[in-house]
């Protein structure tokens, strides 16, 4: 999963005036339930999923106690934070897979 749409949707709104989270405000401008609206996304929320994964799972995020539910409902999560910085961001995140796969791992840039 790339990006955490539907995690916590309804505070995630309130952080946000891009879209598509600001469709969800849209919406309730129109004159939508709050309280249907948080209801519905529920049913969709990753952390209502998360026990369910039995693979080994990373979550990368920019603020990782943002996503505590998240990370502490999947039962075997790592965490990485974001740094944004060049490739660092990518050279982990293909490290930490390669590990996991039992493989060596490769810079993305091969020297002859």
Known sequence: MTDL???RAMEARLRSTSYPLE???DHLRAGSSVQIVDNTL?????TRHAPAVTATSLVAADDPDWCA???NALPAAGVYKLTHLDGT???FLDAWLAEL???????RFVVG
């Open 5 to 7: 749409l539907f995690y």
């Open 89 to 91: 961001d990518n050279d």
């Open 69 to 71: 539910s998240l990370i």
């Open 101 to 107: 796969s039992g493989v060596r791992s490769m810079s």
């Open 42 to 46: 529920s049913y969709f929320d990753p």
């Open 23 to 25: 469709e969800l405000n």
